[in-house]
């Protein structure tokens, strides 16, 4: 199971994502896997679901992408492929499992922030504003994420969103020891294009917050 964070603004979005990947198949942790991924400055996407190769489809994607592809398109000529093989290897193996792939697509362009949540084989997207959260319970993360944003919030009012995601995983991952995992990565991209990214959220790799994550909520 994935677990993603995001915020969205007018003015930047915040995307922090887990590295535990749960085969279903297999009943195991294939992590740690990169979930969060940047073809370019000013761009973004991270990758949830089950029973497709999940790797290769980012790969894909960032190829794709720095070809000229757009997200939404990109993903419906790719995806389909890789469903076909996972649906190979259940039957292989006999067994049958339902097959999902989410994304979230972040780009920062114009002055300009946009977030995309996009889900297949139904093909349904919808964009994202403010907070949001899924994981293996998305109502719990969800109530826990907004009770840990005044944990992080500066009396001026930023909040430190690198702070904010390593906090809110370190629950998860004690909450849900098999499906949510460190080492996590966090990325920012900001209207002008301007981009961030640390992957040390891990217990023994945090220095603390990086002031470049410190924005406000608006």
Not at 83 to 100: C, D, I, M, T
Not at 129 to 147: F, T
Request: hydrophobic content about 40%; glycine content about 6%; some cysteine.
């Amino acid at each position: 199971m994935t677990v993603i964070l995001s915020y969205r603004s007018s003015a930047f979005i915040f995307l922090a994502a887990d590295s535990c990947r749960w085969d279903f198949i297999l009943q195991k942790n294939l992590g740690p896997i990169v979930k969060l991924h940047s073809p370019f400055d000013g761009s973004a996407f991270a990758v949830g679901g089950q029973n497709i190769d999940r790797t290769e489809f980012a790969k894909q994607m960032v190829t794709a992408r720095q070809n000229g592809s757009d997200y939404l398109a990109a993903a419906r000529s790719i995806a389909p492929q890789l469903f076909a093989e996972n649906l190979a290897k259940q039957k292989e193996l006999g067994v049958q499992q339902p097959q999902r792939l989410i994304s979230w697509y972040a780009e920062g362009s114009g002055e300009v922030c946009t977030l995309t949540l996009h889900e297949l084989p139904v093909d349904e997207s919808r964009e994202i504003d403010g907070l949001s959260c899924m994981g293996p319970d998305s109502v719990w993360l969800q109530q826990y994420a907004i009770r840990c944003l005044d944990n992080v919030r500066s009396a001026d009012g930023n909040v430190e969103w690198d702070a904010w995601a390593y906090e809110v995983l370190r629950e998860a991952c004690q909450r849900f020891p098999t499906h949510v995992a460190f080492p996590a990565i966090a990325t920012m991209i900001r209207a002008d294009g301007s981009h961030r990214t640390r992957n040390d959220l891990h217990p023994s790799a945090w220095r603390g917050p990086d002031p470049e994550f410190r924005r406000k909520i608006t």
